[in-house]
């Protein structure tokens, strides 16, 4: 016989309320003197090594209105396909490369990082993924954290190899991953729902 548990209750979710911004980036919000900077501000520093890009976007809603009170972080390897983290278990990271950035997107749903285009790192079975950046948006009414990619338009063979990028091309959706390149600038919008929803992944 199965004994129920009424003692073990699920937690109730939570969004992230109206406060993403002064919980997380509190100069953006002119909230000073709690820390010198906001944390993720600058990823890059003069002796950074690699080719130096902007990446830009905006965050829209279903509606294809701007969401402006979301924050967007990014994760990302150096220029060698190495990871600044703990979790990273080859030698060699670049010091000078934070490889990680947080940025409140502005009144019209605009994010943007300074940063370096990231080099090939192995996927699960070895072999090389394409180079990528991997970006999570947090907004009030977002109960988890969304997760998803930006590949780059410049690496279309390297893209074609790729296992997740294998994964959505059936769905036709691949091209919601596909950051497009012109000169050092990188524009990537995110679509949370609706006509050219960008494909978000499992953490």
């Not at 939570?14 to 509190?26: F, L, R, S, W």
């Not at 994760?75 to 060699?92: F, K, L, M, T, V």
């Amino acid at each position: 016989m199965v004994n129920t548990i009424n003692y073990l209750k699920e937690t109730p979710s939570q969004t992230a309320g109206p406060y993403v911004h002064i919980g997380m980036v509190p100069n953006f919000c002119d909230i000073t003197g709690v820390i010198a900077e906001d944390l993720g501000k600058a990823m890059i520093g003069d002796g950074t090594k690699g080719e130096r890009i902007t990446i830009t976007g905006r965050v829209l809603d279903g509606a294809g209105n701007p969401v402006n009170d979301c924050v967007v972080e990014i994760w990302q390897a150096d220029a060698n396909g190495i990871y600044n983290s703990p979790a990273e278990h080859r030698s060699g990271a670049d010091e000078n490369f934070a490889g990680w950035g947080r940025c409140p997107a502005d009144k019209d749903g605009v994010f943007r990082f300074d940063t370096i285009k990231p080099g090939q790192v192995p996927g699960p079975n070895g072999a090389p993924m394409a180079p990528h950046v991997s970006l999570w948006i947090v907004a009030r009414g977002i109960n988890i954290g969304l997760l998803t990619r930006m590949y780059f338009s410049d690496e279309a063979e390297a893209n074609a190899k790729d296992p997740i990028l294998a994964r959505v091309r059936p769905s036709g959706r691949e091209h919601t991953l596909i950051g497009k390149r012109e000169g050092d600038t990188v524009t990537f919008d995110i679509r949370l729902q609706g006509e050219e929803e960008t494909v978000f992944l499992d953490a």
